[in-house]
């Protein structure tokens, strides 16, 4: 049973809110498009300690060049990629690869997580 639900509020220690909605553009879910067919969200660490999540999933016909958001001191890394063939599309933490672009190419029908470190 949780005892803490999402809120989109920040810690003063940490970078992101516990979650931030994002479309196709980060900050800007596509909530009032009732044919979006992209959906990511951040999920911000809660201690120091811990990684932050970003999750993408493209439920389109086409892959599209998302934006990973700004990380200060840190850097993504894809644990996750079903668009992938196995075994490349779930890695091992000492496997993942680290992203040196903005932004991700999300293979059409597919869901992609990043985690910070």
């Known amino acids: 049973m949780h005892k803490h639900f999402l809120t989109g509020k920040k810690k003063e220690e940490v970078p992101f809110p516990d979650v931030t909605w994002h479309g196709t553009k980060l900050n800007e879910p596509l909530w009032n498009t009732p044919d979006a067919q992209i959906l990511a969200y951040t999920l911000g660490r809660q201690g120091r300690q811990e990684g932050d999540l970003h999750i993408i999933f493209n439920m389109s016909d086409h892959e ?52 910070s470190r």
Do not use: C, N
């Not at 934006?67 to 075994?87: E, K």
């Open 64 to 115: 599209v060049d998302m934006p990973l958001p700004s990380l200060s001191g840190r850097a993504w890394h894809r644990a996750i990629d079903t668009g992938q063939p196995s075994p490349g599309d779930i890695l091992e933490p000492a496997d993942q690869l680290r992203m040196k672009e903005s932004f991700y190419r999300v293979a059409s029908r597919s869901v992609v997580v990043f985690e």
